[in-house]
């Protein structure tokens, strides 16, 4: 093999560790470079794309440099080092992709000015696909594409140059790039808007779902991964309570329906180390089910909130509780999770507020078979303006397989038996607003929600915590199914919990109080669109 040639001391810098926001902020204005020429969901996959490349070409570097030590220390002769250096398992066997020489940052910065930017970038994407199978498919190969600007192209790789994910003793790259990746699809969430809820869900609902779960170990499910926050947090979850090592305590299994956004989630869980099965392509949970054997222990997903054009397939054996309308899938998300679970499987689900209560094309008959067998754990009304992507106020829904003292996952005793009961907790007060337009859970509320849920459920984690449960009104509340039922088995918590004192509801903030009726009223109109369409429909029917 040739000698290997030595870097120059100038580059030297290059493996120096960036903050996260020094990292942030020269990428965003990467961002803005392609910003005026193409659209958000374009420059969302341009951006994260060269992020990605930029890591895994850092990260190679990173490692090649330990290796090139523990060889000095070991004694190996100048003239091997090439060879050990060049070994593809000394690299996948640290979890660091392998990175062709030609797909090495140093060799696509160099090659940037040359006028064919665009086709270096996509062969580089190609040879890091081909040398890795776990990214098969995934990588974008869109750079030399007749309606990219090269010249901003060109400059957006000069201005990555200067972004180094090399880590540090008290930050790995890995998370250094996790936490850059992670702002980055919540600010292109918040730019493209509405449809920015098809692949983000706010962290701190993500949060939320995971405390109240705890998924420890086992398999996780999400049936609409979007870009895999999720498991993301899953993961994160383990690591902050039994340490790094234990990630791979659960297995990964998800699905997405769109192209782009399964894409983005194939990279963040690369980014995170996360080995997780999302399918070998897209598609539609509902007509095509790419994990349709599984058992899951854990599921947690934000489905897209009352879904009008779906696959509905009135014979499917998931619909064991009901046949879901034609026109809303909130119910068909439920039973599908449902027929997802394990003997001990539990789920915590977003969905629209309605799903608590509605009537409509026989979802109040769903609602009723859910209750009386119950599958339903708690539900948590949730404040207004967590989601920036829509204005429907949203919910939890905690479902669990199995209710008895021995049906939680992973519990060093006997939980509280809880068979006959749903937990129902108020949280629409929580939170603070972060700007004028954004609501987020803070930790104090994260802790007193799932507190709540684990002290009722009477968890490991409740008793070590020396939690007991009580109701606590206008909060939370233990309903037995009898109350549920003579309640018509609307299952919104303010019904059990009490209503808040009137001066104090007299003390909501205009601004709060006018979001949460806008986000009531856009419910409303959903659902008249949806009348309305009965309606024609039968008078079809009539005039035919």
């Not at 003239?79 to 398992?89: I, S």
């Not at 119910?331 to 999770?337: F, R």
């Not at 009723?368 to 920036?388: N, S």
């Not at 018509?488 to 919990?497: N, W």
Request: proline letters at 4%; aromatic letters at 8%.
């Amino acid at each position: 093999m040739p000698p290997r040639k030595k870097k120059p001391a100038d580059q030297a810098e290059l493996f120096t560790a960036s903050t996260p926001k020094e990292i942030q902020a020269i990428l965003w204005k990467a961002a803005d470079k392609l910003r005026g020429s193409m659209d958000a969901n374009q420059y969302k996959e341009f951006v994260l794309g060269l992020i990605f490349l930029k890591y895994v070409s850092d990260a190679f570097e990173e490692r090649r440099e330990q290796l090139a030590k523990e060889l000095a220390e070991e004694g190996i002769a100048e003239d091997r080092l090439e060879e050990f250096l060049e070994d593809q398992d000394e690299y996948t066997g640290h979890h660091v992709f392998w990175v062709p020489e030609s797909a090495r940052w140093s060799s696509i910065s160099a090659n940037a000015k040359s006028g064919n930017v665009g086709e270096v970038l996509d062969q580089a994407m190609d040879a890091i696909m081909k040398a890795n199978p776990s990214l098969t498919g995934v990588l974008p190969k869109i750079f030399n594409k007749d309606n990219v600007d090269k010249k901003r192209l060109a400059e957006l790789v000069d201005l990555i140059t200067d972004a180094r994910f090399g880590g540090s003793d008290d930050k790995p790259a890995q998370d250094v790039l996790g936490e850059v990746y992670e702002y980055f699809l919540g600010n292109f969430a918040r730019a493209e808007g509405k449809r920015g809820g098809e692949f983000y869900t706010p962290s701190s609902v993500v949060r939320l779902l995971v405390e109240v779960l705890e998924p420890y170990e086992g398999r996780v499910y999400d049936p609409a991964c979007g870009s895999g926050g999720m498991f993301v947090q899953a993961a994160k979850f383990i690591e902050a309570h039994r340490g790094r090592g234990h990630k791979a305590d659960i297995s990964v299994y998800g699905q997405e329906l769109n192209e782009r956004t399964w894409r983005l989630a194939k990279m963040n869980l690369a980014i995170h180390g996360i080995d997780g099965n999302l399918a070998a392509r897209w598609g539609d949970t509902f007509a095509d089910d790419k994990h349709p054997d599984l058992k899951a222990d854990y599921v947690m997903a934000n489905p897209p909130f009352n879904i009008k054009d779906w696959a509905r397939n009135e014979s499917d054996p998931r619909w064991k509780y009901g046949v879901p309308p034609r026109g809303n899938a909130n119910y068909a998300w439920l039973q599908h999770m449902i027929s997802k679970l394990g003997e001990r499987g539990t789920a915590g689900v977003v969905l629209a507020n309605g799903s608590m209560s509605s009537q409509q094309s026989g979802e109040g008959e769903i609602r009723q078979a859910l209750v009386d067998g119950d599958m339903v754990a708690c539900m948590v009304a949730l404040p207004a303006q967590l989601f920036r992507t829509t204005a429907i106020p949203a919910c939890l829904w905690f479902m669990a397989k199995d209710k008895s003292p021995g049906g939680v996952k992973g519990q060093k005793a006997a939980a509280a038996d809880r068979r006959g009961e749903i937990l129902f907790i108020d949280a629409r007060d929580m939170g603070e607003m972060v700007d004028r337009t954004e609501r987020v859970l803070t930790d104090a509320d994260l802790a007193k929600i799932a507190g709540t849920y684990h002290a009722w459920r009477g968890t490991t984690s409740a008793k070590d915590a020396g939690e007991t449960y009580t109701d606590v009104p206008g909060f939370c509340a233990s309903a037995s199914l009898k109350t549920v039922q003579e309640h018509g088995y609307v299952l919104t918590p303010g019904r059990y919990v009490g209503a808040a004192a009137a001066e104090e509801e007299d003390a909501e903030a205009v601004s709060e109080k006018i979001a949460r009726l806008t986000g009531e009223l856009y419910e409303l109109f959903d659902k008249s669109d949806e009348l309305a369409k009965t309606v024609r429909e039968q008078l079809g029917r009539i005039g035919g």
